[in-house]
């Protein structure tokens, strides 16, 4: 009896650890109940095992309060960090293990540092500054050093009060440097308000931006010098397709820059100053995907190999070491509707159908262990 008691001990335990490997996808859905708020449900899909094991709602949270953004999850790329901690695009820093809303601020986020979150703030009132939010004290803090740069570069914007924009520099207790008269039109659409225009640093002195055309239809990428006060076109981008314009400048792989451009990539090379458009995004050392969409939809590859083409946003495709996930859409014309969630299983090479209500944002991935 004590040895078969043995034996059921040592089973249990195996399989209790077994059933705890594994990872969960977060996903951020609209709260159909709290319309009023933009209210939206954080959720963790979890597969154990290699097998898809249901779901668990982690916190709801409200989009607006008093007429004025809140907690918004859905605007944006979200970002992971410790495999705990939901750093949304606005700034705010939910905790998933402890399920509550630790900082409900608003500010870009520049990047992480052990325990310390960093946000860079351009406040129309306090002026711009860097600030971070303390993982283990939860306290918020403004850096107050004059010097400090959480990344490379100086203080350039655009003066967007009329067209064409320009370009300034607002160098340390210096007045500010007109850099370029004509810095582009910020791209005139029908489709909605004016995208952003990202700036992209090379290094201290050195940075890229996209100088757009009246229209949303074409531009050039420029390259400027602030010691020289001297700019280099080193390519141009069209597109016709009726999509609202996006625009952003992403640190890629082996050293390259990757510009985004409605449904477009170009990869920027900054130090042989060439850029080419690319029809692949390399998502990372395994998984790559079709830029533009088809009419049967975008290809995925597996380690060269092609998985299948779905209908679904490149943003709305998250990757771990074991999955990948997307939001499937139904394209009808101009019009597209989600069709619930696909995650590509690798061990078995296999996409499986999760029924999903709306996907506001997939935010990404972390191991099951961490929560």
């Not at 990344?151 to 967007?160: H, K, L, M």
């Amino acid at each position: 009896m004590n040895y078969l008691l043995y034996i059921f001990l040592c089973v249990s335990v195996f399989g209790f650890s077994q059933s705890n490997t594994g990872e969960s996808l977060i996903v951020v859905h609209y709260d159909e109940s709290n319309k009023a708020n933009l209210g939206q449900l954080i959720y963790r899909y979890n597969f154990v095992n290699n097998v898809y094991a249901g779901r668990e709602q982690i916190i709801s949270v409200n989009g607006r309060k008093d007429n004025k953004d809140y907690i918004r999850c859905d605007k944006g790329e979200n970002t992971l960090y410790q495999d705990r901690y939901l750093i949304s695009a606005i700034g705010n820093v939910i905790d998933l293990k402890e399920k509550k809303v630790l900082h409900d601020g608003s500010a870009k986020l520049v990047r992480c540092s052990n325990d310390s979150v960093i946000f860079y703030v351009n406040d129309i009132f306090k002026g711009k500054y860097y600030s971070f939010f303390d993982l283990t004290t939860h306290m918020y803090s403004e850096i107050k050093s004059l010097t400090f740069r959480a990344i490379p570069g100086q203080d350039v914007e655009f003066d967007q009060s009329k067209s064409p924009y320009k370009l300034e520099y607002f160098p340390e207790g210096k007045p500010k440097v007109l850099l370029m008269a004509d810095a582009g039109h910020g791209g005139v659409t029908s489709m909605g308000k004016k995208a952003n225009i990202p700036i992209y640093w090379i290094n201290h002195n050195t940075f890229l931006f996209p100088n757009i055309k009246i229209t949303d239809l074409e531009g050039t990428i420029v390259k400027y010098d602030l010691l020289t006060k001297t700019s280099k076109v080193l390519g141009t981008f069209n597109s016709t397709q009726k999509v609202p314009a996006t625009y952003k400048l992403n640190k890629g792989s082996n050293g390259l820059i990757e510009f985004y451009f409605k449904e477009k990539l170009f990869l920027i090379n900054p130090v042989k100053e060439t850029m080419l458009q690319s029809n692949f995004q390399e998502v990372d050392a395994n998984f790559s995907i079709e830029v533009e969409a088809k009419s049967t939809g975008r290809s995925v590859y597996y380690k060269g190999k092609d998985i299948g083409k779905n209908h679904f946003q490149l943003y709305n495709f998250k990757t771990s070491a074991n999955y990948a996930a997307i939001v499937k859409e139904i394209v009808m014309g101009d019009e597209s509707y989600q069709q619930g969630m696909s995650v590509f299983n690798i061990s078995k090479m296999k996409w499986e159908s999760i029924d999903a209500e709306e996907v506001a944002n997939l935010v990404g991935w972390i191991k099951n262990s961490k929560l």
